[in-house]
Structures are given as C-alpha cells and as structure tokens.
C-alpha cells in the first residue's frame, strides 16, 4: 500500500475551528509545502496472507498480496529506506512544490495556478514555489510566494509578499488599511491606488499611483504614467510623464539609501516626530519651569505636585526621544546610497 506522510492537493481544504467555535474559512490548508530531500511517502510491500475456513471446515487458501506500484514523475523518487528492518520503500521530494496527481501520476508541482479569483474556495495561500491567478484576489486575503506571484487581474486590499521573486499584476492594485506588498525581486502593476509598497528591485507603474507609498532599493519607473500624492522613496533614480496635480495632497519623491526606504526606518522618524510633539505640548504647559525648575518653590500646592510629575515626564521623552535619534543614525550608517540619482 502506499502511506503519504505530507497532504496532497486535492482542491478540497480543511475549515478550522477554534475554542471559542469560530470558523477560519480563509485558512483552508489546501497541501503542504515540500522542500528538496523531503520524505513524501512510504511504499509497504504486500504481507503473506493467513489460510481460513468455510463454514464446513473445508480451508479457504489465502491469496498473496499484490505489490503497489506507484506511477511516477521524475519530480518524486522511490528509494530503499536507509534504516534496516524497515518494511517499506520512501518516496523522496526532487524539487519544490506540492504533491499532486495528474493522470494517477505522482508528481510534485512548483508553480499553484488558481483558475478564476482567489477567494473562499482558497484562502490565504502561502506556497514555496509560485503562485499564477487568473482572476482577481479579493479583499482581505494574503497571497504570499517564494519564487514568484502573477495575477492576470485586479488586486483589491489584499497583501502580497513575495521572499525571492518578482509580483506582477496586470490590472489595478487598490491597498488599504493593513495591507501590503513586498517583494525581494521587483513589483510591476498596471494602477496602484493607497498602496504601500517596499521592493528591493524596480517598481514599474504603467499609468497611475494614486496615495501610495512606494519604497525600493532600486529605481521607481512610470515612463508613461503619473505619480499623484503620496510618497516614493528610490535609491537608484525615478522617471515619470506627470508628477503630481493641484488637486490632490502633496507628492513626495526622495533620493535616499536603502535604509531611509524601509518601513522601520520610517516608523523611527514618526515616533521621533511624536515625541518632539510631546515635548513641544509639555513646554507649553510648564512655561518658565523648563529653563528654571527652581521656581517650584514659588508654586502651592496642588499645582506644585502637578508640575514637579510634568518636569519628570518631560526628562523621560527627551531621554526617549534621544535614544530614537541614536538608532536612526546607527540604522542610516548601515545603509547603502547610489552614487548617481536621477
């Protein structure tokens, strides 16, 4: 008989449900991700069978047991299995991917095609290899990839997260609140509407990015198509038909390093800006006390106790606020800059 030991897809998932009785219908746990070497199976050799008898007596010869055969591509080896005294043979992963039949053939797939949009029947997927959807991948899914991810249609307040590839999507990228898109290799899209990019190759808009924020280690390219509002952070340079319009907020390109393109870096600049805030605000309050804090004397009480707890805070901030600057630019001395922007 054959035993698989990894879950092969079949096009029909698991809903799970947790202690408090909730359905997770976007975590349909449709295969699991195989690795090179991997064990996906183990083949038992038939076992001699036991003579019976009728109900006469009469013996009943048992009748040997058939091997399995398994049909398979060159994507899944059947080998001897190392340990002495096992009974059966083991299946061995030769690529990356997911374990499926086609034909009644064994075989193990790099690349998930999903025909149609990526919705319930799929759910979140998070595949080694890459993923192709010939459709739309609606709101609030999270599409995430090893080696690529291509979406023939449009992409609407959905993640995508690519950790060796490229993302390409043919139509409109609309983000959103919570949502994302990050790639190791580049990000190509047709429209980017509110989406928040960060890319270590290209970013290649063909006709408009409307209030996103795009980031990439290398260069932000819409030869033909318009930057409206938001934010681009480039390394290598920037070329665009139209930058920006009367009618809508300020847009931002800035030249900078990696370092300065990356999310943490920018969440260490908002936390300072919120500090100086603080500060700025705490000033008002305690007035002359900043610069003279011996004239708490002069002050009655309850309005002295009030003070003296605001003068301590402020000491906090600025201690905060000055180790927020200290990891700012020990984050921009490991950064890397071009020597030519354009």
């Known amino acids: 008989k054959l035993l698989l030991l990894v879950k092969k897809f079949t096009g029909q998932g698991e809903v799970k449900i947790d202690d408090k009785g909730f359905a997770h219908y976007s975590q349909l746990s449709l295969f699991d991700n195989i690795v090179v070497g991997q064990l996906v199976g183990r083949v038992y050799a038939p076992k001699n069978g036991v003579d019976g008898v009728d109900g006469y007596g009469e013996p009943i010869p048992s009748k040997p047991g058939k091997a399995y055969k398994p049909n398979l591509d060159k994507s899944v080896t059947l080998k001897n299995s190392d340990r002495p005294g096992d009974e059966f043979q083991i299946l061995v992963a ?3 991917g997911m374990l499926i039949e086609e034909n009644g053939k064994l ?14 029947r799929y759910g979140n997927l998070d595949f080694i290899g890459s993923i192709k959807v010939r459709g739309d991948v609606h709101q609030g899914f999270v599409l995430m990839a090893k080696t690529g991810i291509e979406v023939t249609g449009c992409v609407n307040s959905a993640t995508l997260i690519c950790t060796e590839g490229n993302i390409v999507v043919k139509g409109l990228v609309v983000g959103g609140r919570g949502t994302r898109v990050v790639a190791a290799g580049s990000f190509h899209a047709a429209l980017a509407q509110e989406v928040d990019a960060e890319v270590q190759g290209d970013i290649v808009i063909d006709r408009v990015a409307m209030d996103s924020n795009l980031r990439t ?3 932000l390219h819409m030869p033909q198509g318009e930057l409206i509002g938001g934010r681009a952070f480039v ?8 930058v920006g319009t009367d009618a809508f907020a300020p847009t931002t390109i800035r030249l900078c390093s990696d370092v300065e393109t990356t999310r943490d870096y920018q969440k260490v600049l908002i936390d300072i800006q919120s500090h100086e805030k603080a500060e700025n605000l705490m000033k008002l309050h305690l007035g002359p006390l900043v610069d003279n804090p011996a004239r708490l004397q002069l002050l009655r009480e309850p309005h002295r106790g009030k003070m003296e707890a605001l003068l301590k805070k402020l000491a906090e901030v600025r201690k905060s606020m000055a180790w927020l600057i200290n990891k700012a630019e020990k984050m921009l001395e490991k950064g890397h800059a071009n020597d030519v922007l354009r």
């Open 94 to 96: 030769e690529k990356v």
């Open 235 to 242: 390394v290598t340079g920037a070329e665009f038909k139209i």
């Open 107 to 120: 075989l193990i797939k790099d690349e998930f095609v999903v025909e149609g949009d990526l919705d319930y």
């Open 217 to 219: 280690y290398s260069g």
